[in-house]
Each structure stands twice: as structure tokens, then as C-alpha cells.
């Protein structure tokens, strides 16, 4: 499968919202609820940030939400703060016979 | 707690070959299914290859069928990548990670570092 697509970057000033956005096809984004997004610092293993579309695992900020409309799925981080600055991957499933697919990552700035 | 430690990372010559072990403890590690994910410095993350819980199902990555294998050892809580005709594009950090379905890793080793070079 191809790669997902998500923006190289992001910004937004402390306290302000921004989204980031994770494109598919109909054989994964668009075909099932199963959208994760990782955090990753640098020098980091990934974290899980939102799985199932828009579940958060215990200990996640609730100013991290996720949604997805048709191909294409959506991180939103409301309230930035520094320890925001990271980058973020977006993963989908793509069918029982397959291994999942990852987004090309998108580096977030915290300005 | 859950913790996971790869190990087996080093520095191999093109054609050549290595085994990555990754030990697992804190949780019931034949309850879930494992997987490899590896990351170029500075690049994206990419599947490697999952297995299920008894080793019984396991995918790949086009680039990496036929040349990789992985296996599990329930009996040692253990996860293997065993690695054959490397090449320069396998240079990457490899992480464990337990993966507690529809590909979702919830829990992630801290990577082992393989190096494709002559």
C-alpha cells in the first residue's frame, strides 16, 4: 500500500488549536474506523495519542481529539503547550491480509 | 509494568545477516499479537512484519517478504527478527511493539539500530 499523506508541518502559538490531517484511500482511511496517530519527540519511541478514530488511551490529554470524514482523518490539538512540539503519525488499518499503513509524519511547531 | 527491549542491532556488510530479539515483560505476552515497525533516522515510520499470538499468522512488507522472518517464543516472552540479504535501504532503527489490534501499537520498545554498510 501507498503511504499516507499528512503536511511536513505544522504550527500554532501556545493556547491556540491546530489540526493536522491524514489522507487515504477507500482501502483503509475510508473503509474502516481504525485510525491511530503516534507522538513521536525526538529520540523517542511513538506514543499512542488516539486510536479507533477518536479514543484516547488512559493518560492522553483530553485537548487531543481525532475525527475523520470520508478518505481522510483528522488530529486536533486544542490548548497547545510546548511539550506539544513533536512529530505525528497517523497509521491505518488496511484489511485483515495486510499489515497497517503509515502517514509520512508531520512535525509539529509550537511557535 | 510493560516493558519490551530490543537487542541484536549492529552493523552488518550488504548480503549479510542479523537476528533482532526483543525480550517482553509486565503483561501476558501470548494473549497478544507483536510486531516490528522500523524508522530510517530522520524518516517516517514503516511496518516490518506482526505475528499472531501463537505464531501461527505472520505479514510482511513487500520489500521485506522472502528475506525477513519473524517468531515468537511464548515460552520466553520473546519476539525475533531474523534478518537475511540485507541491504543499504534496511539501515533503519527497529522497534517492538505489542500490538493490540487493527495495527494498533500501544506499547513500544526503544528501538535497536541496524546499519546496512560495507
Known amino acids: 500500500q501507498s503511504a499516507l499523506t499528512q503536511p511536513p508541518s505544522a504550527s500554532g502559538s501556545p493556547g491556540q488549536s491546530v489540526t493536522i490531517s491524514c489522507t487515504g484511500t477507500s482501502s483503509d482511511v475510508g473503509g474502516y474506523n481504525y485510525v491511530s496517530w503516534y507522538q513521536q519527540h525526538p529520540g523517542k519511541a511513538p506514543k499512542l495519542m488516539i486510536y479507533?478514530?477518536?479514543k484516547r488511551p488512559s493518560g492522553v490529554p483530553d485537548r487531543f481529539s481525532g475525527s475523520k470524514s470520508g478518505n481522510t482523518a483528522s488530529l486536533t490539538v486544542s490548548g497547545l503547550q510546548a511539550e506539544d512540539e513533536a512529530d505525528y503519525y497517523c497509521?491505518?488499518?488496511?484489511?485483515?491480509?495486510?499489515?497497517?499503513?503509515f502517514g509520512g509524519g508531520t512535525k509539529l511547531t509550537v511557535l | 509494568e510493560v516493558q519490551l527491549v530490543e537487542s541484536g542491532g549492529g552493523v552488518v556488510q550488504p548480503g549479510g545477516s542479523l537476528r533482532l530479539s526483543c525480550a517482553a515483560s509486565?503483561?501476558?505476552?501470548?494473549?497478544?499479537?507483536m510486531t516490528w515497525v522500523r524508522q530510517v533516522p530522520g524518516k517516517g515510520l514503516e511496518w516490518v512484519a506482526n505475528i499472531k499470538k501463537d505464531g501461527s499468522v505472520k505479514k510482511y512488507v513487500d520489500s521485506v517478504k522472502g528475506r525477513f522472518t519473524i517468531s515468537r517464543d511464548n515460552a520466553k516472552n520473546s519476539l525475533y527478527l531474523e534478518m537475511n540479504s540485507l541491504r543499504a535501504e534496511d539501515t533503519a532503527l527497529y522497534y517492538c511493539?505489542?500490538?493490540?489490534?487493527?495495527?494498533?501499537?500501544?506499547?513500544w520498545g526503544q528501538g535497536t539500530l541496524v546499519t546496512v554498510s560495507s
Open positions: 497509521n491505518s488499518f488496511a484489511g485483515s491480509n495486510n499489515l497497517g499503513v
Open positions: 479507533e478514530v477518536t
Open positions: 511493539g505489542r500490538d493490540v489490534g487493527w495495527c494498533r501499537v500501544d506499547y
Open positions: 509486565g503483561f501476558t505476552f501470548s494473549d497478544h499479537w
